[in-house]
């Protein structure tokens, strides 16, 4: 049974930081692709970062700069540490992976508030 489950959201002020983790089980984490999404009240949900297995990351231009991904495989765990946080960075975040091309899993989601 595949689980993904994200922590480290929370309310934090303009300009400040947080870091989402997301732990999984169930699969062969060192070969997957993972990604962190967002979804905004009223919008559709978007990806936000990606990390393969070896390493290449992938960044949405608006946090370009400001987020990173990583991930530690030894702890079958990717990260996503936020920076200079926005008010429109506010959303639940969601941790991704895809088994294949038609099997994808999803984690539950972490509320990131950010107040101006």
């Known amino acids: 049974q595949v689980q993904l489950v994200e922590s480290g959201g929370g309310l934090v002020q303009l300009g400040g930081s947080l870091r989402l983790s997301c732990a999984a089980s169930?699969?062969?984490?060192?070969?997957?692709?993972m990604g962190w999404y967002r979804q905004a009240p009223g919008k559709e949900r978007e990806l936000v970062a990606s990390i393969t297995s070896a390493g290449t990351t992938n960044y949405a231009d608006s946090v370009k700069g400001r987020f990173t991904i990583s991930r530690d495989n030894a702890k079958n765990t990717v990260y996503l540490q936020m920076n200079s946080l926005k008010p429109e960075d506010t959303a639940v975040y969601y941790c991704?992976?895809?088994?294949?091309?038609?099997?994808?899993?999803w984690g539950q989601g972490t509320q990131v508030a950010v107040s101006s």
């Open positions: 169930g699969i062969f984490f060192s070969i997957n692709t």
């Open positions: 991704h992976t895809r088994q294949s091309i038609e099997v994808e899993y």
